[in-house]
């Protein structure tokens, strides 16, 4: 991935000859939230949005861009084309699934609260943007604290559709366009670290502090299927990500872990595969966009590696790239699938796959 003269050349690599494979952005602060804009801008090749991380109120959100280029002149740099401020650090940011044409350009951060920010071009010439905060939406205007969002979905078929996850045991589903929130129930018996939309607009999943990834069906709300639980329910899990090409399939990694554990809805409680080849915790896990049987994993042993889980057992990974530091996130481009970004550190990069 990315590097060829560490890599065995296979049929996920592009062999088309000088191309450039690696485009690095630095931040002025550590990069924690990451996404990629689903929407194709005609003069940009990358569009992708960055949450800083300071121990303090005052972060902000950096959108980056790399221009359009032609063959032969790949070097053009990663530029800032917005910046603006957000209270705490993002705890996840998403670009609206929505690109019909016409419609806005929106971003979704979490932190103390879900807000939308609405970006337009500035009109310089220079591809440079401004950002307008569109709604914050709190379902607790009676209290004047706040239980802090730990993460959140877009929903892809529904982007009227936004699921948050919070400390407090519960999700929301938002009705974004009425700012209203559709619905609040309690998922886990403790915090719940994070949600996933499945296809379609009704069922979505959520793991948490007690150890469990439970399922969930917007028209039947009353109750929820527990498809896995951490052995002993002893460590909590961060992260649910679902397979947008086979939605049978779902992967989630527990604290401190060094594995990603595949998990088949059809089967539930007993994971099909488990992918390790970490020396260190993972922190981030991405299913390819566009194959039904790839995914990503990276950690703080700074190694992304991609994984086939066609053929059983999954032994070893297909591709394997070593980054010069922890790596806290991973996104892979639904637009460009050929395209990885990871962040680590101040630094991101972008690796073609």
């Known amino acids: 991935m990315a590097d060829p003269t560490h890599l065995p050349q296979n049929e996920l690599v592009d062999n088309e000859p000088q191309r450039k494979e690696i485009y690095t952005y630095d931040a002025p602060w550590t990069v924690q939230a990451m996404a990629w804009s689903h929407k ?89 943007m401004t950002a307008k905060k569109e709604v914050i939406l709190n379902n607790n205007k009676k209290s004047e604290y706040c239980a802090p969002l730990t993460s959140f979905d877009w929903n892809e078929t529904d982007p009227n559709i936004i699921g948050t996850a919070s400390i407090d045991t519960t999700c929301i589903i938002w009705d974004i366009e009425k700012q209203v929130a559709r619905t609040q129930l309690i998922a886990h018996d403790r915090e719940v670290f994070d949600i996933a939309f499945a296809q379609g607009k009704d069922i979505f999943a959520s793991v948490g502090a007690d150890g469990s990834m439970r399922m969930f069906d917007l028209r039947r709300l009353d109750h929820s299927t527990i498809i896995y639980e951490t052995p002993g329910a002893a460590s909590p899990l961060l992260r649910v990500e679902w397979n947008k090409q086979d939605p049978s399939y779902i992967a989630t990694f527990s604290a401190d872990s060094m594995k990603t554990v595949i998990l088949d809805i059809r089967l539930p409680s007993t994971p099909v595969a488990e992918l390790g080849g970490h020396s260190a915790s993972i922190n981030a896990t991405a299913w390819a966009p566009h194959s039904h049987c790839h995914i990503c994993t990276a950690g703080e042993d700074s190694q992304a590696l991609i994984w086939d889980i066609s053929t059983r057992p999954v032994e070893d990974p297909i591709l394997a790239y070593n980054a010069e530091g922890e790596i806290n996130n991973l996104q892979w481009s639904k637009t460009q699938p050929d395209w990885i970004s990871i962040a680590f550190r101040d630094k991101v990069q972008i690796l073609r796959v």
């Open 40 to 128: 194709l801008d005609p003069a940009s090749q990358f569009r992708l949005a960055l949450g800083s991380f300071v121990e303090e109120y005052s972060n902000c959100v950096q959108i980056i861009k790399k221009r359009n280029t032609s063959k032969g002149d790949e070097d053009s740099p990663l530029y800032k084309a917005c910046q603006f401020e957000h209270p705490y650090p993002c705890t996840k940011i998403l670009w609206s699934p929505d690109v019909q044409q016409g419609s806005k350009d929106l971003v979704a951060t979490t932190g103390d609260y879900l807000r939308l920010w609405n970006l337009t071009d500035d009109g310089s010439g220079n591809g440079t």
